[in-house]
T-cell receptor, first 114, second 112 residues
Framework: GAGVSQSPSNKVTEKGKDVELRCDPI?????LYWYRQSLGQGLEFLIY????????KSGLPSDRFSAERTGGSVSTLTIQRTQQEDSAVYLC????????????FGEGSWLTVV | QKEVEQNSGPLSVPEGAIASLNCTYS??????FFWYRQYSGKSPELIMF????GDKEDGRFTAQLNKASQYVSLLIRDSQPSDSATYLC????????????FGQGTTLQVKP
């Protein structure tokens, strides 16, 4: 596709439920990133993929959060037993490899836990 | 100390003035730096990137990098009300993960 595509764009879930957020990166981009942005806050790094492997998962806030990437393309971020503090925009981004290559963001998935 | 720091603002400038946005970073080995603009409710969009010491100009925007002092700045000339947004500074750390660390962002208000 022309840009990074994320789904769902909006999700309201009950506390304790599991959610899956999907990211389809720009075609040919091998690097994929997940960030989280709470209301009025900056971007918090969650995890980075190079191909299907995740060399840096240091930002995942707890073991309720996990992510995978298959076929070097689509990635899924899963949040188990959601809590109200998980409410945020989850942004996916992609780039060619790493180094100096710029990253481009999707429109985000707005998650609200009630 | 945060890895990338910005003054949250708001920075208010009159239309037509120069807006100056600053950012400092802690990882001396960081090699590449990016400025993103984020409108309320939207995702960040890339404005400029800079790798080398000195200035880089693109239209009304100039990015400045001083690696010795570990700061990056963004100048916006002839500021327009449509420039009102949050500006995010990001640094790519020197590790091989390629992780991009963002500052908290500076809110810019351009008053007509």
């Amino acid at each position: 596709g022309a840009g990074v595509s994320q789904s769902p764009s909006n999700k309201v879930t009950e506390k304790g439920k599991d959610v899956e957020l999907r990211c389809d990166p720009i075609s040919g981009h091998t690097a994929l990133y997940w960030y989280r942005q709470s209301l009025g806050q900056g971007l918090e790094f969650l995890i980075y993929f190079q191909g299907n492997s995740a060399p840096d998962k240091s930002g995942l806030p707890s073991d309720r959060f996990s992510a995978e990437r298959t076929g070097g393309s689509v990635s899924t971020l899963t949040i188990q037993r959601t809590q109200q503090e998980d409410s945020a925009v989850y942004l996916c981004a992609s780039s060619h490899s790493q180094g100096r290559n710029t990253i481009y963001f999707g429109e985000g998935s707005w998650l609200t836990v009630v | 100390q945060k890895e990338v720091e910005q003054n949250s603002g708001p920075l208010s400038v009159p239309e037509g003035a120069i807006a100056s946005l600053n950012c400092t970073y802690s990882d001396r080995g960081s090699q590449s730096f990016f400025w993103y603009r984020q409108y309320s409710g939207k995702s960040p969009e890339l404005i400029m990137f800079i790798y080398s010491n000195g200035d880089k100009e693109d239209g009304r925007f100039t990015a400045q990098l001083n690696k010795a002092s570990q700061y990056v700045s963004l100048l916006i000339r002839d500021s327009q009300p449509s420039d009102s947004a949050t500006y995010l500074c990001a640094a790519r750390l020197s590790s091989n993960t390629g992780k991009l660390i963002f500052g908290q962002g500076t809110t810019l208000q351009v008053k007509p």
